[in-house]
């Protein structure tokens, strides 16, 4: 079905470690994002991509860093995680007639 | 910088009837779009409504419509025979196309539905 996909689901990171989280999408959509989802709160949004090739800051880009490496792809990767950045975190793209497509959320904990 | 505001955390209501979800946003623009979306324990994310602003008639998508006050920067969710499924939270967002369509979110209303 087409949409856009997340990996991993969930993980458990040290503090110090680096990973990336992946996504991808597969209807042809300009626009990718990512956001995180904190505890009883909306999702802010840390970084996106308007197109292949640009990708500018959101609300709370610090520690974070973004790859768009082509259309279908926009990756997020944590440096160096600390426990202020578990939480949960989406990807989307954008559908100009119909909002947002969501992935299903990875779920990330630093200890 | 776009703000939205939904003032009830938790809401109930009895299977059946009729509940009402506020939301409330502060911009500059003329020009936007207001989404509401679901989010179940699943954490899906799930595309409720949507509102284009230049549009004076509510949104309605089967048991679910919208009252938009644009002057009054106000766009409630109204949700009709209400159904356990409905057990949810429910975001209200904000989008700017001017701005990379970036959805600016509230803070979520969590809705229980009884039986």
């Known amino acids: 079905n087409a949409g856009v996909t997340q990996t991993p689901k969930f993980q458990v990171l040290k503090t110090g470690q680096s990973m990336t989280l992946q996504c991808a999408q597969d209807?042809?959509?300009?626009?990718m994002y990512w956001y995180r989802q904190d505890p009883g709160m909306g999702l802010r949004l840390i970084y996106y991509?308007?197109?292949?090739?640009?990708?500018d800051k959101g609300e709370v880009p610090n520690g974070y860093n973004v790859s768009r490496l082509n259309k279908r792809e926009f990756s997020l990767r944590l440096e160096s995680a600390a426990p202020s950045q578990t939480s949960v975190y989406f990807c989307?793209?954008?559908?100009?007639?119909?909002?947002?497509?969501f992935g299903s959320g990875t779920r990330l904990t630093v200890v | 910088a776009q703000t939205v505001t939904q003032s009830q955390p938790e809401m109930s209501v009895q299977e059946a009837e009729t509940v009402t979800l506020s939301c409330t946003y502060d911009?500059?623009?003329?020009?936007?779009?207001l989404f509401w979306y679901k989010q179940p324990p699943s954490r899906q994310m799930i595309l409720v409504i949507r509102?284009?602003?230049?549009?004076?008639q509510n949104a309605t998508e089967n048991r679910f419509s919208v009252n938009f006050q644009k002057a009054a920067k106000s766009f409630s969710l109204k949700i009709s025979d209400s159904q356990l499924g409905d057990t949810a939270m429910y975001f209200c967002?904000?989008?700017?196309?001017?701005?990379?369509?970036?959805?600016?979110f509230g803070g979520g209303t969590r809705l229980m539905v009884k039986p």
């Open positions: 209807m042809n959509h300009n626009s």
């Open positions: 911009t500059s623009e003329n020009n936007y779009y």
């Open positions: 967002a904000f989008m700017d196309n001017n701005a990379g369509n970036m959805l600016t």
């Open positions: 509102q284009e602003a230049y549009k004076q």
């Open positions: 989307a793209s954008n559908n100009p007639l119909g909002g947002y497509t």
């Open positions: 991509s308007a197109s292949e090739g640009t990708t």
